[in-house]
């Protein structure tokens, strides 16, 4: 072991540990992922970063004086997670472990010279990776969160007051499910003619496309439970919940993929939805009042 390891209190040492292993563990999937991408630039930007975590590990195993193996399901999660969702969302997602990790660095930085140059070379990798990758599907992210958001706050409020006005789960699936279609429609026509229009360089029919199929998916998400269950209470109580699920899910994917923030851009969207659905609510037992529907 090295004098400078030979100094270092045990504590100390298992974090510098804890650090080598990340380093070693982020070299190969940065190098597994600049095998992924069919774009050359791209992947040679990954590999020369995928080389520089390998120096980081040889800076750390000086100071330890010991080898230490890569975390092999950190590896396995974080290229498949590239491969399913993105490599923005998985690179995104790496960086934000790397963020946290860079108030270790600062604690172990005068145990040697060259910890200074490891944690520069971290505070560049997330302003190289944010701009290394233009996916089509963040380039289209606008639209599928306005067929998304649409979605929701119209189908989410009107099956709450189909269901306190017709009291039958299968006719308010059927009810929703047309309306919905017929919505997601004129949604992606929409989207369709606006993006035509705008000085973006967004396909019309691809932002059409997006919009439409991120409609249609939170529709169907939102009735099936209608054609499964009879009790019509226990029904409207999965559309609020699938309507909470399917915002987490994508206002995350969406924070971590283009660096929002998740807490304020959930709490807009969960906060709209659920006040439309409150408003049907009242309106579809007013309609069930006046009306003296009876189904």
């Keep these: 072991m090295n004098e400078k390891a030979a100094v ?14 990340s380093e070693i563990t982020d070299h190969i999937v940065y190098k597994k992922l600049s095998g992924i991408i069919k774009n050359k630039k791209y992947s040679q930007v990954l590999d020369r970063i995928s080389q520089e975590e390998l120096v ?19 590896i396995a999660i974080y290229v ?21 990790a860079q108030d270790a660095y600062l604690e172990i930085k005068d145990v040697s010279l060259k910890v200074e140059e490891v944690i520069k070379d971290e505070k560049t990798h997330e302003s190289e990776l944010i701009s290394l990758i233009d996916e089509e599907r963040l380039k289209y992210a606008s639209s599928m969160v306005l067929g998304l958001n649409d979605a929701l706050v119209e189908l989410s409020g009107a099956l709450v007051g189909f269901t306190l006005a017709l009291q039958q789960t299968r006719l308010v699936g059927i009810v929703g499910l047309i309306t919905g279609i017929a919505a997601s429609m004129s949604m992606a026509a ?24 991120a409609y249609v998916g939170t529709v169907v998400l939102l009735v099936t439970p209608y054609f499964i269950f009879r009790n019509i209470f226990f029904c409207l109580s ?3 919940v699938n309507a909470i ?17 998740f807490k304020k851009r959930f709490l807009e969207m969960a906060g709209i939805s659920l006040g439309i659905a409150a408003i049907n609510f009242l309106i579809g037992l007013l309609i069930r009042k006046v009306f003296g529907i009876e189904v």
């Design 238 to 240: 999965l559309v609020i």
């Design 56 to 74: 980081h590990y040889g800076v750390f195993r000086e100071v330890t004086g010991s080898e230490v193996p890569p975390d092999r399901l950190k």
């Design 190 to 213: 929409s989207e369709f003619l606006s993006t035509k229009h705008e000085e973006t360089d967004k396909d019309p029919l691809k932002a059409s496309i997006y919009t439409g199929l």
């Design 80 to 100: 498949f997670v590239a491969r399913l969702l993105g490599l923005n969302f998985g690179l995104r997602l790496m960086e934000g472990a790397e963020g946290i």
């Design 245 to 261: 699920l399917l915002i987490l899910v994508f206002t995350f994917y969406i924070s971590v993929a283009k660096g929002f923030n």
């Design 8 to 21: 270092l209190t045990e504590e100390l040492r298992k974090k510098i540990l804890s650090m080598q292993r």
